[in-house]
Each structure stands twice: as C-alpha cells, then as structure tokens.
C-alpha cells in the first residue's frame, strides 16, 4: 500500500528531480559552448578584430563586436578610437576602467591589459577585453536557460501538481458530497472510493465513510424496526389490563382473578421490555468485547438445571445429554447465557404437559453443535427462518417474540449459525453452532459422556 504521505512525497521528489535534470542537462550545454569558445585566447580575439579593422574600418568593426557569437558569452571587446571613445558608445565596465586609468602597469589584470589595433591607414586605436553586461541571473539569464527554466517551471511543475491535486481533491470531494446527503437523511448514500483501485488514506477513508454510513443505515433502520414492533406488541397485553381493570370495577367479588391477570401481563411486559432492550444493545454495541473462554456444557448445564426444576411444576422433564471431546468456546458469558437459556426456554414453554424436552451437545470438526428439540406443534415451513426475526410469533402467538431473534444475534456474533427445522416424529428442533477454541488432546479417560 502506497500511502497518502509518500505519494506526495514521491510525486514532489519526482517532480524536482525532473526539474534539476533538465536543468542540469541545460546547464551542460551551455556551459560547453562557452567552453569552446572560451578556448580562444585573448591574442586570439585581438588578432581576428585587428584583421577586421584592416579590411573593414571602423564600421564593420563595429558590426564585428555587435554579434555575441563572436565572444565567450560573458566578455567582448571594447574598442576606443583615438579620441579616446568607445566605438560602440557601450557603458565601460569598472574592470576595463580601472585597466585605462590605473597608472601602475602592475595594478592591471592581466586579461584586461589594453592592445593596440591599427587601421590600413596606420590610425591607431585601443581595444581592452572586459566583462559583457552580465544577465540579472547569470547563467540562468541566457535565452536557452530561460526558457528552460520557464518551461519547466510553468509547465512541468503545474503539470505534476494538478494531476496530484485532481488525484487528492476528487475522492475528498465524494466524501464531502456524500456527506451532506447523509445529513440530509439520505443513508443509502455511498462513496465507493475504495471500490475504485484507491489503496491509500484516500482509498480508506471511503472505506471507513461507507462503512460508517452502513451501519447507520442498519442502526437507524432497526431502531425505526424496533419501535414500531414494541408500539404493537405493547397494545396486547395494555389492552389486557384494561379489560381486567374494568371488569374488576364491575365485579369486585373477582378481583383476585384479575389482579392475577394483571399481574401476569405486567410480568409479561417486563419480558418484552428487558428482551427489546437486550436486542437493542446488541445492534447497537456488538459484543466484540470481554470474550473468554469458556466450557459450554456448564453454561448448559446451568441452564437445563433451572429449565427442569421450573418444568416439573408444569408435568414437563427436561433431558439433557452432552458428547464427548471439546466443548470449550470463546463467547460473553451472560450473553451465551441468555442465547441458550432463550432456545430452552422456548421448547419448555410450547411443549405439551407430560412430554419433555431435549438437550444434546456433540462436537465435530471444531464446531459445537447445541441441539434442543421438544415435542410441540411445531412451526409451519415457511416461518421456520421468520422464528429468529424480532416480534415474530411462530406457535401461536406464544411469548414475547424477541428471545430467539437475541439468539440469533449472539451466535451470529460468535461466528456461529442457528437454524430451525421440524422434527420427522414431531416438535421443533432449534440448533446453535459454534466454533470451538482449540485445545490439546485429550487424555484416556476423558471420552465419557456426561449426563
């Protein structure tokens, strides 16, 4: 993954790296013309001026010092006349001034010591070599460097930086217009920036948006979900206590009947709440945290305990029987509690008196399979999956219809499956799925099954 940081690192390295390649491939060109040329000796340069004057006088001379390419780029020739004026009328250099005024033959440089040309006619004039009129930027001033150096400055840089700009802004500007139609209410709106080949912060950030943006959506959804199947599993049992309310006015002589009623469908709408609220807790805050491992059979146990001193009150038994092998899974212990505690509950509640229910706990392949089977009604085929949605009453109408879909929450979350089917001899069979934590093998002995 290349990120962010050192795609802008890059892009701008490469870019002046370009930039001073191209300078310094100008630089070298121009810097070897001057070398040749500068290989011409001062004698050189008097020679060919003093021949020029021969043949052309004073006015191709002059023409002769006009062209630059006649000269080093940084020196040319003044030439004064008897007169003592430059023939070109050009502004004198200090170094040439001081070689004409200084009085000490020794105080003038070498390069710069005055010579004499002499005319066909035998005028004599004095020509000095000096320093040109520099560029403001030296060698940079040439017209190659330039133009050079305009080129790449307004041309390759702006080039590289606004395909790094439209690279950087484009997505950000998704995110931003994806995020106004999120505010607006809009939660289907996606950026889909990480779906386009973008690894990078970029390319996250979109990730993460539409993540975010997903889980609102569910979040939002379910909640909207949740209130409205409350507001009509709450009109049942309200309506329920009213009836009893009235009829205990009415008739006073059974008012232990209907404050047993009303006590009751108060106990009922206990249930409902803690359930809505344990499903809203877990779409809301997954239980992701505070896992440990932990032996299922106990929790089982622990449950089929409670499940078969509540069914010997009510003529009912409760069987429970647990494999051999691992049974170790990592899960939230009051969580896998209540998961469990929901299924048994369930086969104890629509199991006819004078039957049982049972409970089988075998493992295969690393995974835990939970069996409770009981010998009710059943659930018609098409609302075998609709059981472990909310507020869904499969066997007529019977509980609060929240305890299976917590079920399925809380497996799901583990990694693991609940599915539901009809047994051939009758009842409903309810089977949880967990992945089971790895564990050194067993030792002789520890194969028995336990009861």
Not at 44 to 69: F, Q, T, Y
Not at 101 to 107: E, G, M, Y
Not at 207 to 236: K, P, V
Not at 369 to 398: N, S
Request: proline share 6%; net charge negative.
């Amino acid at each position: 993954m290349i990120g962010l940081f050192w795609r802008i690192f890059f892009s701008f390295w490469a870019a002046m790296l370009l930039l001073l390649a191209v300078l310094a491939y100008s630089t070298y060109t121009v810097v070897n013309a001057w070398n040749e040329q500068g290989q011409l000796s001062y004698d050189e340069l008097i020679g060919r001026a003093d021949v020029v004057l021969k043949d052309g006088g004073e006015e191709r001379l002059g023409a002769w010092l006009r062209n630059p390419s006649n000269f080093p780029p940084d020196l040319t020739l003044f030439v004064f006349d008897p007169a003592g004026d430059e023939i070109l009328q050009r502004d004198i250099p200090p170094p040439v001034e001081t070689t004409l005024t200084s009085a000490d033959p020794q105080a003038r440089l070498p390069r710069y010591r005055p010579r004499q040309l002499v005319t066909g006619d035998g005028v004599e004039y004095l020509a000095v070599l000096g320093p040109n009129a520099p560029p403001i930027l030296g060698a940079l001033g040439t017209p190659l460097m330039r133009w050079t150096v305009i080129v790449a400055a307004f041309v390759i840089s702006p080039l590289v930086c606004f395909v790094l700009s439209r690279s950087l802004t484009n997505p950000l500007r998704q995110v931003v217009a994806a995020t106004r139609k999120l505010a607006a209410g809009d939660l289907t709106t996606r950026v889909e920036v990480g779906a386009r080949g973008r690894d990078d912060e970029v390319g996250e950030l979109g990730r993460q948006f539409d993540r975010m943006a997903e889980r609102l959506e569910q979040l939002i959804t379910s909640r909207t979900e949740l209130f409205r199947n409350i507001s009509h599993e709450l009109r049942s049992p309200l309506a329920r206590i009213r009836i009893a309310i009235e009829l205990a006015r009415r008739k006073p002589d059974e008012l232990d009947d209907q404050l047993g009623r009303i006590e009751q469908e108060t106990d009922h709408l206990e249930l409902l709440t803690r359930h809505a609220l344990s499903l809203a807790h877990l779409d809301e805050s997954p239980p992701e945290t505070e896992l440990q491992e932990i032996d299922l059979v106990e929790v089982v146990e622990g449950v089929a305990q409670d499940a078969s001193y509540e069914a010997s009150a009510k003529g009912k038994s409760v069987v429970w029987e647990a494999g051999a092998g691992n049974s170790i899974v990592r899960a939230n212990p009051d969580l896998l509690h209540s998961a469990v505690e929901n299924v048994v509950r369930n086969a104890l509640r629509h199991t006819p008196e004078g039957t049982r229910v049972e409970i089988s706990l075998v493992a295969s392949n690393g995974i835990a399979h939970l069996q409770v089977r009981d010998d009710g009604p059943g659930v018609p085929g098409q609302d075998l999956q609709k059981i472990f949605e909310p507020f869904q009453h499969g066997r007529r109408g019977r509980g609060t219809g929240v305890g299976l879909a917590i079920t399925q929450r809380v497996v799901s979350h583990l990694n693991g499956h609940v599915s539901a089917r009809n047994s051939p001899g009758g009842g409903l069979s309810v089977e949880l799925e967990l992945p089971l934590v790895s564990t050194a093998p067993a030792l002789p002995g520890e194969g028995d099954a336990r009861h």
